[in-house]
Every structure is written in structure tokens, then in C-alpha cells.
């Protein structure tokens, strides 16, 4: 499955099943457009430091991008040295209810903190609805979705993220109508982690456009102020003119600096 060296089912089932909205494209160009049964893929650098990453792919919870936000950082991550877990979850709809991205991400951090790779430290990579997806993981669950066994990174990067400015109330788009599935615009509501962070939350590297057409700048301000104010500390770039999905390949704009400054910052706080 996209070139993973392991595949891990998540929730007991016997294997893992996804759409892709292009089966003849490569893995690093990869779209996943439908998630029948999440599944968790590993990728194993050569040289391990010991430590591992958790990917978390961006597409709006509708979609997933990843190839360029999930099989393209997994490679970039390998040659600093982390095996790379990549996330296909499913997406809050009718289906699976508004819970389900969390629940599966909760699951993949379980396992793969079980799984021998990560004996030195875990962390996460998420970027846009992926970048919230890692927030959340270090907030409460919402108690009107019961209880979870939570599972903290002991890092976070996160980029170009659709952190509360979705949430009914918390708009910065006035007027901003609800999104659909009516699934997905419940979890922006319930799932806000720049108010509901746990206390010292872990190192966060931050990085957004701050002409960001589809996500505005002020949910990176949003995180920023939430981490210190929780305690924790985080390092906040905001580049003047980037498209949003920046990911790895704008390689004509300034904004393809941002993985060489987060590795100076993962080398910075101990954890490359």
C-alpha cells in the first residue's frame, strides 16, 4: 500500500481498505478519496534514530492528500532518521459519525507507540485538516463523545491548519455557513484545541502563509497563544506570501525553507 514497508489494520480488523482517486498514480502523487477501514503505514528510514513520527495527511476531511502531505514528508522524515507511521483515516460523515478522524488517530498513536520504533520518543506531523487532526491529540476529548484512552505526542509540527476558525462562533469569515457533511462541521465544533489543550502540552513547531486563501493566518496566532498560555513552548514562522498546501514541493517561494528550519528546531529541542 503506497510503497509502506508495514501495514498495521487499526480497530481489529484484517486489513486496511481505501479509495484512491487515481490508481496508476504514484504513491508520493497519492489522493485517497474514500476510507471503508483505516490503516496505519509504515515507513523505516536507514539509518533509525529511534525516535518515530506519526503523518497526518490534509484534505479537508473529505479527502486525503497523501502522496504530497503524507508519502512525501514520510520520505523526508526517513532521511532525518524517524520511521515514519502514516495515517489513512476515515472521515466524518454519515457513516462514521463525527469522531472517527480522532478515534483512528488515537488508535495509530496506541500502536505505534507499541510497536518498537518509537523507544525514544514519539511525535506528530500534521498538515492543514491534518495539522488539526495533531492538535486535537493534544486536547481533551469531548466529553459528549464519552472517553478516550489519550495518547499526547511528545512533539508537534504543524502547518497551514484549520485550528478553531471552523467552529461555530469562532468564525473569522463573518457569516461563514456550516460545512458540509453536517459531520464534519460537528467535529470543527466540538473539536477546538486551542481551547482545549491539556496543561504543559509538548514542543510545537508552527508554520502557515499569512495570505492563506483557505485557512487564515489568525488560527496559527490562535495555537500560538494557546501552547504558551497551556505552558508549553512553540516556534512560530508565518511566511507573507505562500499558497495554502504548501507542503514540500513550492520550491520557488521562500516557504520551501520551512523543513530546514524544522530541523534546526528538532535538533534545537532534542528530539533528532
Known amino acids: 500500500m503506497l510503497g509502506a514497508d508495514q501495514v498495521w489494520p487499526l480497530h481489529g480488523a484484517a486489513t486496511g481498505a481505501f479509495t484512491l482517486e487515481d490508481n496508476t498514480a504514484p504513491p508520493e502523487q497519492a489522493v485517497v478519496t474514500a476510507v471503508e477501514r483505516p490503516v496505519l503505514l ?37 532521511r532525518l532518521g524517524y520511521y515514519v507511521f502514516l495515517l489513512i483515516h476515515r472521515f466524518p460523515d454519515a457513516s462514521n459519525g463525527p469522531s472517527a478522524p480522532l478515534d483512528d488517530a488515537h488508535a495509530a498513536m496506541a500502536l505505534a507507540r507499541s510497536s518498537g520504533f518509537a523507544r525514544e520518543g514519539m511525535g506528530v506531523v500534521g498538515l492543514s485538516s491534518g495539522g488539526h487532526l495533531a492538535a486535537c491529540l493534544a486536547a481533551d476529548y469531548p466529553a459528549e463523545w464519552g472517553k478516550a484512552d489519550l495518547q499526547p505526542p511528545d512533539i508537534l509540527v504543524i502547518g497551514y ?23 464534519k462541521q460537528a467535529l470543527y465544533d466540538a473539536l477546538q484545541p486551542d481551547a482545549q489543550l491539556l496543561s504543559e502540552p509538548p514542543p510545537t513547531f508552527i508554520v502557515y502563509a499569512g495570505n492563506d486563501p483557505v485557512v487564515p493566518v489568525e488560527n496559527a496566532h490562535r495555537l500560538h497563544r494557546a501552547l ?9 514562522h508565518i511566511f507573507a506570501d505562500a499558497p495554502h498546501g504548501f507542503a514540500l514541493d513550492t520550491t520557488d517561494m521562500p516557504v520551501s525553507i520551512w523543513p530546514t528550519l524544522c530541523e534546526a528546531w528538532l535538533r534545537q529541542v532534542g528530539f533528532l
Not at 51 to 71: I, K, P
Not at 165 to 179: C, E, Y
Not at 228 to 236: I, V, Y
Open 161 to 183: 491548519a484549520p485550528i478553531s476558525t471552523n467552529a461555530k462562533g469562532r468564525t473569522v469569515v463573518a457569516d461563514k455557513p456550516p460545512l458540509p457533511p453536517v459531520e
Open 228 to 236: 504558551r498560555d497551556a505552558g508549553g513552548s512553540a516556534e512560530l
Open 42 to 78: 509504515g515507513y523505516a528510514p536507514d539509518r533509525p534514530n529511534g525516535r518515530a513520527m506519526l503523518v497526518l495527511g490534509g484534505g479537508g476531511y473529505v479527502a486525503l492528500m497523501a502522496g504530497r502531505e503524507g508519502v512525501q514528508i514520510a520520505r523526508w522524515l526517513n
